[in-house]
């Protein structure tokens, strides 16, 4: 699984577009917060909260080109919608902080040209 999906990038406008990047940029600046969210919907059982939170990150994460990271949030809701087994809260901390992180370093060596 690519961390970017480049073509969706480039479909909002590309990296070489400073507002988008921006945006891009807000979306990783906030998955701290979403993370923390998450985590506290886990640790209280409440899975109907949480598959309405790991809908809204997987939709922005795809329409923003982050692949991987919107890919997880998915397949989490789906495990959700069927009842299946969720993470724990420390291993959504650590698979999601991962992933932002990731997409944050391909974000950049993309715009760079690296």
Known sequence: MEILDLGQIER?????RPEI???LNVLLDDLPAQVDLLAGQLEQGDRESF???I???KGSAMMCGFAALGQQAK???EA???NAPLPSPR?????LTGAGAEAKLAMEAAATGE
């Open 12 to 16: 909002l406008g590309g990296l070489g």
């Open 21 to 23: 990047l921006e945006i």
């Open 51 to 53: 598959r309405a939170s």
């Open 55 to 57: 809908h809204r990150l």
């Open 75 to 77: 397949e989490w809701e």
């Open 80 to 82: 959700s919608e069927a």
């Open 91 to 95: 291993e959504l901390r650590e698979i």
